[in-house]
């Protein structure tokens, strides 16, 4: 495969991971304040994804690929809330660990890695379209 | 003779050319002054053609200024342009008068 | 240098550039990888020197660049510039920049060879 397509396919699987990434940021966002159903129960657990980078040897760039969609282990704040109905004993709620901050700034951040395979993706494409016109008479 | 360039090579052509025009009208007096115009003319668009290779080769290393590239391969195709116009008219005013009947 | 024909020397530039188009695609599809370090082709004047030995070495004619292979390759970047907990060294500004460079450099060689394709077919044309 030549360099440009093989650009194509590097740009592509920016687009997916980054699709993917913005997806279980949605996903922490709208689940933000999802606690259990039973007193003492745990909450929803914030996800995290991971990216793995391979290496392709012939074209010289590297795809991207969402390695793992983990959770995140930081502990789940308590909130005094004696009439939910995950509340234990004393009155405490466990709420998910999702900061509604940290997922917006990574949200944006995942929105701009987006522009960018894209930019790349449409240079490659002009660059093909360049040299294919080299034919075309004037 | 670099590549390309050599079959852009104008000026034998159009040396023979301007010698026989000038001995075929020899009575005329701008015949001499004419054909010095042309040898001129063809080794002008010999010289941009060259200057134009030269700086384009440097650009495609990456040590041209973008202008002076665009200005030396715009000159060598006007040059280049005319020269062969004049050389078409030059063929077929040969044929015009080898067709003459005597 | 020996005279270098221009039409071989522009096909050998593109085809690098479409390298360092493919690594700036990596850089920027791995902007957030954990332990990922943004890579590079060698430079264009050390691809020539390279090549113009061993064509020497070998016979005239033609080098023998496969649109296939990368005939030169891609290395890591040097990077002076702060290491994050994740060692990724992708800087987002520095590879758009770069994709200019590559955006220009092809307009150019595109358009060079172009015109003297087209000065070519008048001079042919009868």
Redesign the interface.
């Known amino acids: ?4 397509t ?2 194509l396919k ?2 592509a ?2 687009l997916g ?1 980054q699709s993917e ?1 913005l997806r279980i940021v949605s996903e922490n966002l709208a689940n933000a304040q999802s606690t259990g159903n039973f007193p003492g129960a745990d909450p929803y657990q914030r996800k995290t994804v ?4 391979e ?1 392709d040897r ?7 690929e969402v390695g793992a969609i983990d959770r995140d282990p930081s502990a789940f704040p308590l909130e005094f809330q004696p009439g939910n109905v995950a509340a234990d004993e004393n009155g405490y709620v466990k709420l998910p660990n999702v900061n509604v901050l940290i997922e917006m700034a990574d949200m944006t ?1 995942a929105n ?2 987006y522009e ?2 894209l ?2 993706i449409r ?2 494409r ?2 093909i379209s ?2 294919i ?2 034919m075309r008479t ?1 | 003779m670099i590549g390309p360039v050599g079959a852009l090579r104008l000026t034998p052509a159009l040396g023979t050319e301007t010698a026989r025009t000038s001995s075929l009208q020899d009575g005329a007096v701008a015949g001499s002054s004419f054909a010095d115009a042309l040898a001129q003319a063809a080794s002008r668009t010999v010289g941009k053609l060259e200057n134009a290779e030269q700086v384009s080769l440097e650009a495609l290393k990456g040590n041209a200024d973008t202008r002076e590239v665009v200005d030396a391969v715009m000159s060598a195709q006007q040059t280049l342009q005319a020269a062969v116009a004049i050389r078409d008219k030059i063929v077929t005013a040969y044929l015009e008068v080898s067709r003459m009947s005597i | 240098m020996e005279p270098v024909n221009l039409f071989d020397l522009a096909t050998r530039q593109s085809q690098w550039l479409a390298v360092r188009q493919t690594a700036i695609a990596g850089n920027v599809a791995n902007a957030n990888t954990p332990g990922y370090l943004a890579r590079d082709v060698e430079p264009f004047e050390k691809v020539l020197e390279r090549t113009a030995v061993s064509l020497s070495a070998t016979q005239q004619g033609h080098l023998g660049f496969g649109a296939t292979e990368a005939a030169f390759g891609t290395r890591v970047q040097e990077y002076d510039g702060a290491i994050l907990p994740s060692k990724n060294t992708v800087v987002m500004e520095t590879e758009l920049m770069k994709a200019g460079e590559v955006r220009r450099a092809f307009e150019l060689n595109t358009a060079i060879v172009k015109a003297f394709h087209s000065m070519l077919l008048t001079v042919s044309k009868g």
């Open positions: 495969m030549d360099a440009l093989a650009t590097i740009a699987s920016g991971a990434r991971t990216f793995v980078s290496l012939v074209s010289g760039g590297s795809v991207v951040e701009r890695s960018a395979n930019q790349v240079q490659a002009d660059l360049m040299t016109d080299l004037p």
